[in-house]
């Protein structure tokens, strides 16, 4: 499995953004696809994730009614919509993709695209 994630940027608080995480290689319908972001000095966290069949979605609570993560399976590509966004989102934004595991933990990730960043000035 590749993930190729694009659409970060520099916005002012309160802008949007959409990233983008494009898959290939997906070979079981229990595949599920993340972000996770990192800002500097800081771990990994889980944003939020999509099941690939079915379209479930699970959000951090710091992000929920602001953030969408949508899917195109037939452009095998996910979205992560980023409204209201606030200088505590700058961080660099990482797609991941598994078939098992915990999905709010990173550990429970196989495969990692390059990360994108986000830059959310006050």
């Known amino acids: 499995v590749q993930l190729q994630a694009s659409g970060g940027g520099l916005v002012q608080a309160g802008g949007s953004l959409r990233l983008s995480c494009t898959t290939s290689?997906?070979?079981?319908?229990?595949?599920?696809l993340a972000w996770f972001r990192q800002a500097p000095g800081k771990e990994r966290e889980f944003v939020a994730v999509?099941?690939?069949?079915?379209?479930?979605?699970y959000y951090a609570d710091s992000v929920k009614g602001r953030f969408a993560i949508s899917r195109d399976n037939a452009k095998n590509t996910v979205y992560l919509q980023m409204n209201s966004l606030r200088p505590e989102d700058t961080a660099v934004y990482y797609c991941?993709?598994?078939?098992?595991?915990?999905?709010?933990?990173?550990?429970?990730?196989?495969?990692w695209g390059q990360g994108t960043q986000v830059t959310v000035s006050s």
């Open positions: 290689g997906v070979t079981s319908h229990s595949y599920r």
């Open positions: 999509i099941l690939w069949i079915g379209g479930n979605t």
């Open positions: 991941a993709g598994s078939y098992s595991g915990i999905y709010y933990r990173p550990e429970g990730y196989d495969y």
